[in-house]
């Protein structure tokens, strides 16, 4: 079963993806901020981590810098934010994300995401 981070500090969000992803079958994890997550990561990767902006202490931004520097496996990331400028989406790649969503994300956009980054077959 694939394991997959939920890194958001907002509860209803992290609830909002845990039921879409365990209705879909993956484990799911979650993290209130980068590092936590980053603690987290560096105890056991993650297959996939989905990522929000705006979190403190440590942004999402700044919780990918520190992952992608770890000597750790590394999963891919979709960064998922309110922050829909072309900028923020610059930033998220930079950061080391490998997809970007904006806010409320749909069910089917996010998983449809995820079985591309995990390369699982679309059902």
């Known amino acids: 079963m694939k394991r997959i981070l939920v890194i958001d500090d907002a509860a209803t969000v992290r609830m909002y993806h845990r039921s879409i992803l365990e209705g879909a079958g993956y484990h799911v994890a979650e993290a209130v901020n980068g590092m936590e997550a980053l603690e987290?990561?560096?105890q056991e990767p993650f297959?996939?981590?989905?990522?929000?902006?705006n979190m403190p202490p440590w942004d999402?931004?700044?919780?990918l810098r520190q992952l992608r520097?770890?000597?750790?496996?590394?999963?891919?990331?979709?960064?998922?934010?309110?922050?829909?400028?072309?900028s923020d989406e610059a930033l998220?790649?930079?950061?080391g994300a490998n997809t970007y969503m904006v806010k409320p994300v749909k069910p089917h956009s996010l998983l449809t995401g995820i079985k591309l980054l995990l390369g699982?077959?679309?059902v």
């Open 60 to 63: 999402g931004y700044g919780f």
């Open 92 to 95: 998220a790649y930079k950061a």
């Open 69 to 86: 520097a770890a000597d750790i496996a590394q999963g891919p990331a979709i960064m998922v934010s309110t922050e829909a400028a072309p």
């Open 47 to 53: 297959d996939l981590y989905i990522v929000d902006v």
């Open 120 to 122: 699982e077959p679309l």
């Open 40 to 42: 987290k990561s560096l």
